[in-house]
């Protein structure tokens, strides 16, 4: 989802259709809660809470400041190397993960974003939500844990897209991106990401 920008007047109105859609589901609402540091969190608590689900442990290994080389093809084919840089913390008084990642693109440009992960233990599976600009777009995941990897999933506008987290060690992992046009039947990589933890 995009949100175009517009005249100072609709503003109002654009943030009101934003918060509607994103009232449809809870996680939406966690995840904009970040976007008002005020509210947010406790900057006090960078572990998780005792009393968070046990399985917040799973995406502990997105934690602390991360660089990434990923490779991927567009939609036309088009093949394009870019670096990601992030940084993953506790939030939600130890109860949530954000991740806050920002690319560096030509001419000093900077894309960024914000994703948050929160287990649900009656679905026993993670709600995610992430937010990124330009633009002020919103995508929501859902996430299991399958084996020794990490896979989130999600569909919209009838495309599945797939992300697994795999080789999984305390300083590195990889990152692959796939989607599906027909169901589930087949699967096209789009992206495969390398990241390394930064001191």
Do not use: C
């Amino acid at each position: 989802m995009r949100v175009d920008t517009g005249p100072v007047e609709p503003e109002t109105g654009r943030l009101a259709d934003t918060i509607e859609r994103m009232m449809r589901t809870r996680w939406s609402l966690l995840a904009f809660s970040f976007l008002l540091p005020a509210v947010a969190q406790n900057p006090e608590r960078q572990t998780r809470n005792p009393e968070a689900p046990p399985e917040t442990r799973q995406f502990e290994f997105m934690l602390g400041r991360w660089s990434g080389v990923s490779n991927s093809v567009d939609a036309s084919g088009n093949r394009s190397t870019f670096e990601i840089l992030w940084e993953g913390q506790y939030v939600l008084d130890g109860w949530a993960i954000r991740t806050d990642w920002r690319i560096p693109l030509p001419g000093g440009k900077i894309n960024r974003g914000t994703m948050i992960r929160a287990f649900d233990p009656a679905a026993k599976e993670w709600n995610i939500a992430e937010f990124y600009t330009p633009g002020l777009a919103l995508h929501t995941f859902r996430a299991r844990q399958e084996g020794s990897t990490m896979v989130q999933r999600s569909e919209e506008g009838g495309v599945l897209t797939r992300g697994t987290f795999y080789n999984i060690t305390p300083d590195r992992y990889e990152n692959r991106q796939e989607i599906s046009r027909d169901g589930g039947k087949t699967w096209v990589q789009r992206s495969h990401s390398v990241v390394t933890r930064l001191p």
